[in-house]
T-cell receptor, first 118, second 114 residues
Framework: AQKITQTQPGMFVQEKEAVTLDCTYD???????LFWYKQPSSGEMIFLIY??????QNATEGRYSLNFQKARKSANLVISASQLGDSAMYFC???????????????FGKGTHLIIQP | DAGVTQSPTHLIKTRGQQVTLRCSPK?????VSWYQQALGQGPQFIFQ???????QRGNFPDRFSGHQFPNYSSELNVNALLLGDSALYLC?????????????FGPGTRLTVT
């Protein structure tokens, strides 16, 4: 069965520093996709970044990058130059085993609560 | 352009009752997924709808059912409510184009079962 593990329940980081949020995954599929979402206190999940298992380069989206190490089954999120507005819960997710027809339900980790301090 | 909308925002029900939650996807999106998020946990996938059919289902009992309408909006129904059904219910939508992986979530419906 697929599993996402996030080992950092909470993190405190100084504003403007870079942040790395850890994520390891377990799957027997050869083709899979990894996602990171941000959930502010308002509750709405915000898509940040996606990495496909066959993508040769690490995904980047603005200040977000995904450090994808396939052999180690890790997909860490890196946030450069952190801002106060980055304070939120962050979830790593993986697409459930593909069942055809474009289905792409996600399985999520337990999340990391990131707090940016001024 | 409105994003994903959900109604109601909050709901309080009694054990054994039935509840219906509603979701309108982002304009142009045809695929709708539902998730349950218990307090302090990550979301858990309930099911996904496409072309008015349930395309994929997570590990949830048959008490959880859904529907998708021709305008792509969706409903989540939960029968015989249990205390453990108390959670934030999130709806997500996406299109089938180049950015298929980018799911947009609604603000959620907070369900409390007493």
């Amino acid at each position: 069965a697929q599993k996402i593990t996030q080992t950092q329940p909470g993190m405190f980081v100084q504003e403007k520093e870079a942040v790395t949020l850890d994520c390891t995954y377990d799957t027997s599929d050869q083709s899979y996709g990894l996602f990171w979402y941000k959930q502010p206190s308002s509750g709405e999940m915000i898509f940040l970044i996606y990495q496909g298992s066959y993508d040769e380069q690490n995904a980047t989206e603005g200040r977000y990058s995904l450090n994808f190490q396939k052999a180690r089954k890790s997909a860490n999120l890196v946030i450069s130059a952190s801002q106060l507005g980055d304070s939120a819960m962050y979830f790593c997710a993986m697409r459930l085993p593909y069942s055809g027809g474009g289905a792409d339900g996600l399985t999520f980790g337990k999340g990391t609560h990131l707090i940016i301090q001024p | 352009d409105a994003g994903v909308t959900q109604s109601p925002t909050h709901l309080i029900k009694t054990r054994g009752q039935q509840v219906t939650l509603r979701c309108s996807p982002k304009s142009g999106h045809d695929t709708v997924s539902w998730y349950q998020q218990a307090l302090g946990q990550g979301p858990q996938f309930i099911f996904q709808y496409y072309e008015e059919e349930e395309r994929q289902r997570g590990n949830f009992p048959d008490r959880f059912s859904g529907h998708q309408f021709p305008n792509y909006s969706s409903e989540l129904n939960v029968n015989a409510l249990l205390l453990g059904d108390s959670a934030l219910y999130l709806c997500a939508s996406r299109s089938g184009g180049m950015l298929w992986y980018e799911q947009y979530f609604g603000p959620g419906t907070r369900l409390t079962v007493t």
